[in-house]
Each structure stands twice: as C-alpha cells, then as structure tokens.
C-alpha cells in the first residue's frame, strides 16, 4: 500500500497527522462551543478514548459557525470567549486543538492558541483567507469544496505554500448531489493524496443534508457515518477522519442531525484501527 507510506509525514513536532507514530488521526468535537464544560467533558473522553485505542487524537470545535443556514441559528460564543474556552481546553486536556476560521483577520488570533486552522469548504478559494492562514505558520486543513475537483485543491494547497508555509492537510466533505444531498467518491481521496499533503474524510459533514430538516435546519443520515469511515480508511489514503460528535445529537446547538453520538465514538475507532492493522499486513 504505498499511499499509506506517502501520507506518513510530520505537520509539526507535536502533531503527527501523517506521521509514523500513530497508525491515525482523529479529529471529534462537538460542531460549535455550546459551553466550556461541554468541550472539556468532550475533550477529556476523547483523550481516554485514544489512550485505549493508540490514535492521535486532536479536539475540534467553532468559536463562531458563520455559515449557519437561518440568521437566527445559534453561531457561538464568538472570537474572543471561542479563543479562551479553546486555549482552556488545550491546556486541561493536553490535546492539539483545530478550530475553523471565516474570515482573513480571524487567522492571526486564532493561530496563537489552536493548533491547526481549518478553512471552511465554502471558503477554499478564497485566496485572502487562504493566505492569512498560511502566514501563521500553524497547520491548516483546508475542506474541498462540495463543487471542487480534488485535483484542482492543489491550487488552494498552492496559496498557502506562497506564504513558505508548507503543513498544508486536504479534507473530503463529499461532493453536492442534486439540491441537499451529498455523495463520496472515494476515488478522491486517492487523487488529493496524489498531490503529496495528508489527506483528511469528514466523516459527519459527509452525511450532511443542508435544510434537509426544514425551517432552515440541516439534516443528515448519521447511520452512514461508519460505513463511510471504513471505506475512507480502506483506501489506504487517510491520514485523518473527521467526526463531529456529541453526548446527545438530538439536543445540539448545530449539526444535531450530522453528528455521532458520543457513546459510539470509541467502537468506530477501533474498528478503523482494525482496518489500518490490516492494510500493513497486506502490505507486508
């Protein structure tokens, strides 16, 4: 399996996405800081969940979801208490952080305190955004776009890498489908391998349904969440998977309806693990 040997690489000293210490990253949180006990309890169970299972875990939440469907859905606390609550839970937890950011001027702050800066799908051309993340010098994730050719995010890979910054991660969210649905095609997976930087399977926003609830609230079919996590990893080209998750979905603040429920965390890791195990057999 040689892109499970390609995507062995090091963003950073203390984040081995890629690397060859952890046989696979995980990246869970809830979708948005809801209240700072909330990510603490979230973070810690994932710490205990990756000790039992050997991933390299890194804790995920938004300080701010711009990109809610209604003006009236709840957004979050908002920069500066998003920053603090995070800054809390990297230092009480001991986890690498990620946070998503929306706008240019957002980068510099955020990039003092997490640990890697997502850039939303909807935002992966924007050149401004891109650029400032890049100019941190943290790692950024950058989601494809549900309308992007995974061939063509090289060239968003290509913005950050003008800044010299080259800890540059991909992520697969899936790709539109008709009106309010989304498909995977794993084929994509290997092709943003193929451009050389650890590639990341959102697992959760994959399974997203936009306002597929009504009244301006997305859905989702959560029960494809392990189906379609095995498969990524199958393909021997996953760095990392991305899950949103929450002690209870029904009751989030955001992606209720995407999210895995806390409690089966721990089995759909092992069983990635499991799969990971196999292809070095295969390998060998």
Known sequence: MELLTLQRRS???????????????????????????????????????????????????????ANRTSVTSFRGPGLEEGLRILENVRK??????????????????AGEVVDILQIPAFLCRQTDILVAAGKTGKAVNVKKGQFVAPEDMRFAADKIASTGNGKIMLTERGASFGYRDLVVDMRSLVQLADLGFPVVFDATHSVQKMGGQGGGVSGGTPRFIGPLSRAAVATGAVSAVFIETHPDPAHALSDGGNM????????LIKSLVRIIESLKVDAS
């Open 92 to 109: 009480n937890s001991g986890l690498p952080v990620t946070t998503d950011i929306h706008l240019p001027e957002q980068a510099a702050p």
């Open 260 to 267: 895995l429920p806390l409690s089966e965390l721990e089995p």
């Open 11 to 65: 963003l950073t000293n203390s984040i081995d996405i890629g690397g060859e210490f952890y046989p696979l990253a995980i990246i869970a949180g809830p979708c948005v800081i809801e209240s700072e006990d909330l990510c603490l309890y979230i973070a810690e169970e994932l710490a205990m969940i990756a000790t039992r299972t050997g991933v390299l875990p890194v804790f995920k939440a938004s300080f701010d979801k």
